[in-house]
């Protein structure tokens, strides 16, 4: 089970930080990231972190968010920076096992970012 936070209502040029944090057992070896989802759209990748500290990124938000994580919390946060009205969006939590397999979404949360 995943518990996400931090959405909201910002202008433009103002910042947010999402937080995940997995509850339960977690796989030694798994990924944590947020991923976005407007109307009518798919869901696409923000960013992710491996268990590693491995990071990913999507190019349009390069330079402006930043993914980490607290492995003895099992949580990871998106410190978004100079949100952009495109950035407007429900943000979902997601979790995966690479070795199991499994992978979990957490309910999202509203970023609306007003111009």
């Known amino acids: 089970q995943l518990q996400a936070s931090g959405g909201g209502l910002v202008q433009a040029g103002e910042s947010l930080r999402l937080s995940c944090a997995a509850v339960?057992?977690?796989?030694?070896?798994?990924?944590m990231g947020w991923y976005r989802q407007t109307p009518g759209n798919l869901r696409h990748l923000v960013a992710d972190?491996?268990?590693?500290?491995?990071?990913n990124y999507a190019d349009s938000v390069k330079g402006r968010v930043s993914i980490s994580r607290d492995n003895t919390k099992n949580t990871v946060y998106l410190e978004m920076n100079n949100l952009k009205p495109e950035d407007t969006a429900d943000y979902y939590c997601?979790?995966?096992?690479?070795?199991?397999?499994?992978?979990?979404w957490g309910k999202g949360t509203q970023v609306t970012v007003s111009s």
């Open positions: 972190m491996n268990s590693r500290g491995v990071t």
């Open positions: 339960g057992a977690v796989g030694s070896i798994n990924i």
């Open positions: 997601r979790y995966t096992d690479v070795v199991g397999g499994k992978t979990v």
